[in-house]
């Protein structure tokens, strides 16, 4: 994958497009928000112990940052665009929250907007300068390509302690036998139907209590740190995360 964008748009008409009968084309962003269930949730909430998961215990976020790629937007007839292209959004540094597509888009309807939450495995094992140098890496020994997420902070454990935690998502990778056994743990974010208008702001909301929820209710006592080479913990993030997001209210 390159960082440059590769749109692929099939003219509903023979040959060429008449300009007095299309939708005219626009510019479009992702406004990325936060919340944990509803409660809104920005960098300046960060460092405080305020927030109780799933399973009732106390934590605070200190670190927040996940990639998305490969957005894609569908029409009924099939037509797709897909943007060959990736997002690290880093709410910690509040960097990269709006993304601003670099190509323009055809308005109108389009019957699904979706995305992939990390890299599939074509893009993840490609080497991206930025990325490296947000040290965004992960080791060999544990298969190596990208995080798909890093949510750090601190809770309270079983003693009462205030305890840091690091639920870092990557592909899912077994070490246990003689060569590395992985699952693709990636997975697509479909949003829903959008009617794209001049210049849209389409708004992706991500439920961070959602993480620790469900199906798989998370106690950060027994599985809050050393989670990237914990195959089944990975599989467990997962399925966790296919109820994190979900689509706001498009900004005209």
Not at 40 to 60: D, K, M, R
Not at 96 to 116: A, D, K, R, W
Not at 185 to 197: A, M, N, Y
Request: hydrophobic letters at 40%; a negative charge.
């Amino acid at each position: 994958m390159k960082k440059i964008v590769s749109i692929f748009l099939i003219c509903m008409l023979f040959v060429s497009c008449n300009s007095d009968n299309d939708d005219p084309p626009t510019s479009v962003s992702f406004n990325f928000t936060h919340n944990w269930d509803g409660t809104n949730v920005t960098n300046s909430e960060f460092n405080t112990i305020q927030y109780t998961n799933a399973n009732g215990q106390a934590l605070s976020i200190e670190k927040l940052r996940y990639l998305i790629s490969n957005i894609t937007f569908r029409k009924v007839n099939g037509e797709t665009t897909v943007i060959n292209a990736y997002n690290l959004i880093d709410v910690t540094n509040n960097t990269n929250l709006i993304y601003t597509l670099p190509n323009e888009m055809l308005t109108g309807h389009y019957i699904n907007v979706s995305f992939t939450f990390g890299f599939n495995n074509d893009d993840n094992y490609q080497n991206y300068t930025d990325l490296n140098s947000a040290s965004w890496n992960v080791p060999a020994q544990l298969g190596g390509g990208y995080h798909f997420m890093q949510l750090e902070g601190k809770f309270i454990d079983n003693a009462s302690a205030q305890t840091g935690y690091a639920y870092h998502c990557i592909r899912a990778v077994d070490n246990s036998g003689a060569q590395q056994v992985f699952q693709d743990t990636f997975f697509t974010v479909d949003l829903g139907e959008v009617e794209l208008k001049n210049n849209a702001s389409i708004v992706i909301n991500m439920n961070i209590a959602e993480w620790f929820k469900n199906p798989n209710q998370w106690d950060l006592n027994l599985l809050g740190n050393m989670l990237m080479p914990n195959f089944n913990a990975q599989v467990m993030m997962h399925d966790n995360g296919q109820n994190v997001f979900s689509l706001g209210e498009l900004i005209p």
